[in-house]
């Protein structure tokens, strides 16, 4: 009988009342698509097409939980490893020049600009003269001349300061907004990397998954690189990373309902437990870990029963992976994602912190507030938390709902942004989708009151707070 049975079993159905079932993951998956989709048609005539990514993209975290991930890549531009004497003429090519970069980062060759499109002089800017006639892309150029435009671009619209604030410092590729929510935004080009993609599909696995089906369709996806560079290198202003990110997402996907639940715990107890030790445990680093665990190990073993176990499992290869100080990247095993990262004291107490975690065994999981407060509800009154959790899943879906109607309503041009959204926000459609929202959430707010978690009705800002919570 497998060990910790009867917990996996319980911590499985409540993330399942949190949010986390099939049904509410396949939800949120295919909304989010819908977004891109629709930003797209919307901005046709832009440089840049979008993609939603992280755990937005991968239907892991709800309307209000975490930050937007956006990938923005600049169409007619293309990174190749390898160039035929085929040129197209209203496309920017770039070699990628592996050879002066550690694995997983390269430098661009400049081979041909398009002076037709308007980024030609964009480009032009952000390039780099190495050697007489050898022009290079300098990362750290193209992602300050596009964070300039992007603010030079919000001072022209009228009222844009109401809905969309920038911050001051970058964090790796990523350019910051707040716009009500935080969002990540990097700029990325496509990219065709074949050594590196032939070398994840003939590897040799010894277990189910990743499956073939998904396996060939992982490496027919795009790739990209963002503009960052490796710390430890001397050409870091004009490096670029390479990433998988279309093939990240599908992975995901295609993990099982026990590993999607493993990953899922995996960032909350890191985030919590792990991240004040070092900001280096990202929730990146857990993803590989997943990715690990799952393709090392007999595919059928990760069922609901062995949550626990297969959670214990993926915090023992995190273990190894500081011990050696060696953790390689799922899609490209020669990149060292600790590499110049942790210090000596951070990697004993981030071992003696996952010691600590391993020992607890399944209350490990009540290091997460969220897990602590279902469980309590649960046992306080298995009915009214089950008429929470149904509201709750409601409340999601409301809140997708007035989002893909805003986006709907959205002006081709951004210059009547502000005006578009004052008339949304009042129109009958959007008036309709609050009412139905208010109404769920005072059901709510008088769940939390029977179960007794506040004794007084002008508690309102309480309430609001741990519905947000919860929502999350």
């Given amino acids: 009988m497998t060990q910790y049975q009867n917990h996996s079993v319980l911590i499985s159905n409540l993330l399942d009342y949190k949010g986390y079932g099939g049904r509410m993951l396949s939800i949120r998956r295919k909304m989010q698509s819908s977004y891109a989709d629709d930003m797209n048609k919307k901005s046709s005539w832009f440089e840049f097409s979008t993609i939603i990514v992280g755990s937005k993209a991968e239907g892991l975290s709800g309307p209000l939980e975490n930050d937007s991930d956006i990938m923005k890549v600049l169409k007619d531009t293309v990174c190749k490893e390898h160039f035929t004497s085929v040129t197209y003429e209203r496309e920017h090519q770039f070699k990628l020049a592996l050879d002066h970069s550690r694995p997983g980062y390269s430098l661009l060759q400049t081979i041909q600009i398009c002076n037709s499109v308007w980024t030609a002089t964009l480009l032009y800017e952000s390039m780099v003269e190495l050697a007489p006639n050898t022009l290079y892309l300098s990362s750290e150029f193209l992602k300050n001349k596009i964070k300039a435009l992007i603010i030079d671009g919000l001072c022209k619209m009228p009222r844009s300061q109401e809905f969309v604030n920038i911050h001051n410092e970058t964090q790796g590729p990523s350019i910051v907004f707040d716009s009500p929510g935080l969002t990540d935004t990097v700029t990325a080009l496509r990219c065709e990397c074949p050594s590196y993609l032939s070398a994840w599909l003939c590897r040799e696995r010894n277990y189910q998954w990743p499956p073939i089906a998904v396996v060939r369709e992982v490496s027919n996806l795009d790739s990209h690189v963002v503009p960052v560079g490796h710390t430890a290198s001397c050409f870091q202003f004009l490096e670029w990373r ?91 095993p020669q990149r060292n994602l600790l590499e110049g990262k942790l210090t000596h004291s951070q990697r004993i107490k981030i071992c003696m912190r996952i010691d600590s975690l391993l020992k607890e065994g399944p209350h490990m999981v009540l290091k997460i507030a969220k897990i602590r407060t279902a469980i309590s509800m649960c046992y306080k009154s298995p009915t009214v938390f089950s008429r929470i959790s149904m509201k709750l899943h409601e409340i999601h879906i409301i809140l997708y709902l007035f989002a893909h109607l805003y986006i709907h309503s959205l002006p081709e041009t951004p210059h009547n942004l502000a005006d578009t959204t004052r008339s949304y926000f009042s129109s009958r459609i959007a008036g309709f989708i609050l009412c139905r929202l208010s109404s769920s959430m005072l059901d709510v707010e008088q769940c939390y009151k029977d179960l007794g978690y506040f004794k007084f009705s002008d508690s309102g800002d309480n309430i609001s707070s741990l519905i947000s919570e919860m929502l999350c």
């Avoid at 992975?251 to 107890?269: A, E, F, M």
């Fill in 242 to 332: 390479i990433c998988f990110t279309k093939g990240e997402i599908r992975l995901v996907h295609s993990l099982n309902d026990c590993l999607i639940k493993v990953l899922i715990l995996l960032k909350q107890i890191a985030k919590v437990t792990l991240k004040p030790l070092s900001k280096d445990m990202s929730t990146y680093l857990m993803k590989n870990v997943v990715f690990w665990l799952a393709e090392l190990n007999d595919y059928d073993c990760f069922t609901q029963y062995a949550l626990i176990v297969a959670l214990k499992k993926a915090l023992a290869y995190l273990k190894h992976f500081v011990v050696t100080n060696n953790f390689p990247s799922y899609m490209i």
